[in-house]
């Protein structure tokens, strides 16, 4: 079991494939799910998924035999989202929590070589690729959370499509204010939403239009991240040699 979560082989990488597959698909079904009324046969996919979660999180825990997996904020969004699906009373509305774990796992170390390995185009635009998704992430883990919180106390939140039209208002700051958050903890996460978010998105654009690096390791210093068009390590100045397609 160890070998399929920290190993290096073709099934291991497949195994993280696959685990990154059920998280979307867990994330597009809470999505999905927020438009349907409620019925027995979504209690009992929820139930089952719940169950696969609880199946990971014990296996992983197993794997790692460390009790400090349980003070990781990961870990936590796990639990709270394992009993978002096992509890029927509690229902799937903080399942987007998972989202957390799917970034986790894109960022972690065995994936990327992979993701670098199969897909040339994540590999020649991998920081601005990482910057979208930890955009998109925020997002919807914002509009996850102001529909948990909002579903039941504000009309105007109906479903994640009410949530995430209030979410890219905010962070656009463009504010029609047709739709509003209730109560104290909805203005304070309006607050949270505008302050992070503005944060983000200067983040964004920095890696968008700053000139982009390439990644080739320097065989004498290590450096992995140079300029396009550099002949010389900035590190140590050692001559590298930087694979390009050339100018058309």
């Not at 059920?22 to 046969?41: G, K, N």
């Not at 089952?48 to 035999?65: H, K, M, N, P, Q």
């Not at 590190?235 to 590298?240: D, E, N, V």
Request: charged share 15%.
């Amino acid at each position: 079991m160890q070998h399929l979560y920290e190993g290096h082989s073709a099934a291991a990488h497949r195994f993280r494939y696959a685990l990154l597959a059920f998280d979307l698909a867990t994330i597009l079904y809470v999505i999905v799910t927020s438009f349907l009324p409620s019925h027995t046969i979504i209690e009992r996919i929820d139930f089952v998924v719940g169950l696969l979660i609880l199946v990971d999180f014990l296996a992983r825990l197993y794997v790692e035999r460390n009790m400090r997996l349980l003070f990781r904020p990961a870990t936590w969004a796990d639990l709270i989202a394992m009993a978002s699906f096992l509890a029927p009373i509690a229902g799937e509305g903080f399942g987007f929590l998972r989202i957390l774990r799917t970034l986790r796992l894109l960022h972690s170390y065995q994936l990327l070589v992979r993701l670098r390995k199969d897909l040339f185009y994540f590999r020649s635009n991998e920081e601005v690729i990482l910057a979208l998704i930890n955009m998109m992430v925020f997002l919807f883990v914002t509009t996850g959370l102001i529909y948990a919180l909002q579903f039941n106390v504000n009309p105007d939140i109906r479903n994640y499509a009410d949530a995430l039209y209030f979410t890219v208002t905010t962070l656009t700051t463009t504010g029609f204010g047709d739709i509003t958050l209730t109560g104290t903890t909805g203005r304070l996460l309006s607050v949270g939403v505008m302050i992070v978010g503005v944060t983000l998105f200067l983040r964004l654009a920095q890696v968008l239009f700053r000139p982009t690096k390439v990644r080739e390791e320097c065989e004498t210093c290590g450096l992995q991240l140079h300029d396009a068009d550099a002949v010389h390590c900035k590190h140590c100045g050692t001559t590298i040699h930087i694979d390009t397609e050339g100018v058309y």
